[in-house]
């Protein structure tokens, strides 16, 4: 079996729209062999066509509709690769992501996942500036990070990924943060939604189950989060 | 020593607290977190602190509040008056209420005469946390509907790039 260095784990829900063209930026990263997992969540549009024309060599596992939480946690459990990856339906990388991130991660073995900038794109397709937000994406992630940390909480709709890594900031993982821009996220509306009931009720409930696990652990000091 | 007053016994020194928009909150099983969405501050309220937070949630009158911890916590009527009155001070200053209306002096300690081991036991008291602050407010692309998927919208033209 071909080593495979990095899984990049693309859940899928009734994303025809942009696919493919997420799914190319991936396959246009220069030089690391990567294994690409379309974990498809129950979609009923052409997701699968496309993920079957596109990408022929992909690794495809259908789930029946769980959520973006439970799908990532079935890619962890099916990948491979000695790093992971993540990129959503909807989203671009950069071409040289995963080169300029593996040099960073074998720069430093002490560093567990590294992150970088991302440009959000407009609906009109303009770029914003680069800004650093906490989400899958931007990051290249090794293994053993998951394997101390555990996947995603699945029963929060809206904040897995920033609970994902407030757990692992509670447990002392590094990580490192760089200017470089690698992922390039999609926008859907020009105005940012925030502050919806249960939006709100999400982070909540992640900062309780923080504080609760840093109680047990005999303490509630600072995790701080990036920016470092 | 200022207290807060009912209408009846100093007209005019009533005020109204009310919690800000952009403050979120939410009671788990007796522990009140509350989480600034501006600047991404949360805080952790103790059980009297949360008895307290959760009746100007229900826009209870201080003088309300105050005679529910009075007899919550089998205390003074002026022992509960300081508390309420500290933590309002506390949670104004934290900016997560508007006081409107004629504010008394706040009590900086409990009240003179109080039993302090008494005081201490139930004062209220509120953890302020700034680690997750860049994340909490940066963290606003989660575009999704409650499925935890995006919510994909008709497309809006738009002013440019930011």
């Known amino acids: ?39 498809d969540d129950g979609s009923t549009d052409s997701s699968s066509e496309i993920v079957g024309t596109v990408a022929p060599d992909a690794r495809v596992i259908e789930q029946e509709n769980t959520g973006p939480a439970a799908a990532r946690n079935r890619g962890l459990s099916e990948a491979r690769g000695e790093y992971l990856a993540f990129i959503d339906a909807d989203d671009v990388w950069a071409p040289n992501k995963l080169s300029r991130q593996l040099h960073d991660l074998v720069d430093d073995e002490t560093v567990d996942m590294t992150l970088s900038m991302t440009r959000c794109i407009h609906p009109d397709g303009t770029l914003a500036a680069p800004r650093f937000f906490i989400q899958f994406g931007c990051g290249l992630y090794r293994r053993r990070a998951f394997e101390r940390v555990g996947g995603f909480d699945e029963s929060l709709r809206f904040s897995e990924d920033l609970d994902w890594f407030a757990r692992a900031r509670e447990i002392g993982l590094r990580l490192s943060v760089t200017e470089d821009v690698t992922l390039h996220y999609r926008l859907h509306e020009d105005n ?17 189950r923080s504080l609760d696990r840093r109680r047990a652990r005999g303490g509630t000091e600072p995790i701080e989060m990036p920016p470092l | 020593m200022a207290k807060i007053s009912s209408k009846d016994e100093n007209p ?41 937070w959760s009746r100007i949630a229900n826009h209870s009158s201080p003088e309300s509040v105050v005679k529910a911890v009075a ?7 002026a022992l509960a008056d300081s508390m309420v009155l500290s933590l309002i001070r506390e949670i104004e200053k934290e900016g997560l209420v508007d006081v ?25 008291v509120m953890d302020t946390y700034r680690d997750m602050r860049h994340a909490l407010v ?23 790039a930011e």
């Not at chain 1, 071909?2 to 220069?30: C, H, K, M, T, W």
């Not at chain 2, 522990?31 to 309220?45: A, F, K």
């Open chain 1, 1 to 39: 079996m071909q080593r495979v260095l990095v899984s990049v784990i693309l859940p899928v829900f009734n994303g025809e729209r942009f696919l493919e063209e997420a799914i190319r930026s991936v396959y246009a990263q220069d030089g690391a062999p990567i294994e690409l997992l379309v974990i």
């Open chain 1, 192 to 208: 940012l939604t925030r502050g919806t009931d249960v939006h709100d009720l999400g982070y909540l409930q992640l900062i309780k």
């Open chain 2, 12 to 52: 005019g020194s009533t005020f109204v607290v009310e919690i800000r928009p952009n403050i979120a909150h939410e009671d788990f099983d007796g522990e009140v977190v509350i989480l600034n969405l501006d600047i991404g501050l949360y805080h952790s309220l103790n059980e009297s602190a949360g008895f307290i």
């Open chain 2, 71 to 77: 007899r919550e916590y089998g205390v003074s009527v």
């Open chain 2, 100 to 124: 409107n209306g004629t504010s008394p002096r706040w009590a900086a300690e409990p009240a003179e005469n109080m039993d302090q081991t008494d005081a201490h036991a139930f004062w209220p």
């Open chain 2, 138 to 160: 940066v963290d606003p692309i989660h575009e999704v509907d409650e499925s935890g998927w995006p919510a994909l919208k008709v497309q809006k033209s738009t002013n440019g």
